[in-house]
């Protein structure tokens, strides 16, 4: 199965000279996707010079800041195009593992989707302030009410999916851009009646760089999560 890694990427060049080869050395024959917003920091060209060394790795640059949700669906549509079987979404910041990268895909592989899930047995985070353990748990418990499948982990962005199931939910009807983008995939998939399965993550605060996280992110998943629902 021909898989893309796909990490969005917004001023983040300490991280992506590291998470690049920290992928590849999983040695899971997989290759990357650097969609990169036209950082003003200079991670595209970063990108550009490590391209020459490694064929696995590919960019795709827009010209200026879009949201997380149109990176991805960006790069799904680059991979689909592409002649990609799967698509992977990841992180830059370390705070999704690279060693955790070979399950997730091999939970894929005998579903339809999986979820990378710190609340499943094996799954947890590290150095999260009670704050943030609170927005996460608690929008993962809102979700599930409110959408009724019974998934644990809605909000995480550590997710790997066949090109069928995007194909199927139809990345044109997707609205949501920032925190509530993953929860409105997974819920599509599900609606769709597609098969999606959960493979224990640790999430570790980001090491280098600024959290993308604020209140506004949150605000839009809480009403989004209606709107899904009931549209």
């Known amino acids: 199965m021909k898989t893309l890694v796909i990490v969005p990427t917004y001023n ?7 998470i690049v080869p920290a992928i590849l050395a999983q040695n899971l024959g997989v290759e ?34 879009q949201g ?33 990268l070979g ?9 339809d989707f999986a979820v990378g899930s710190r609340y499943v047995e094996g799954g947890r985070t590290v150095n999260w ?7 996460s748990r608690g929008g993962g418990i809102y979700s599930r009410l409110i959408l009724g499948f019974p998934l644990n982990d809605w909000t995480g962005g550590f997710n790997a999916w066949k090109k069928e199931v995007l194909h199927g ?15 409105e995939l997974k819920y599509k998939a599900l609606k769709k009646g597609f098969k999606g ?9 980001r090491r280098v760089g600024q959290s993308k996280m604020s209140m506004k992110i949150v605000i839009e998943a809480f009403y989004r999560v209606w709107l899904m629902r009931f549209k």
């Open 12 to 18: 983040e060049k300490e991280n992506v000279q590291t």
């Open 32 to 65: 990357i996707l650097v969609v990169d917003d036209n950082s003003p920091d200079g991670t595209g060209a970063i990108v550009r010079e490590m391209q020459k060394s490694l064929p696995q790795l590919h960019l795709l640059s827009r010209p200026g800041k």
């Open 68 to 100: 997380l949700g149109k990176a991805y669906i960006a790069g799904f549509r680059w991979g689909m195009d592409h002649g990609f079987d799967a698509l992977v979404e990841m992180d830059a910041d370390f705070s999704h593992r690279p060693e955790d």
């Open 103 to 111: 399950p997730l895909i091999k939970t894929m592989q005998a579903n």
């Open 129 to 135: 302030g009670l704050m943030r353990k609170i927005i």
């Open 169 to 183: 939910i139809d990345l044109s009807t997707v609205e949501s851009n920032g925190y509530s983008f993953q929860i």
């Open 197 to 205: 399965a959960e493979s224990p993550i640790v999430f570790e605060d």
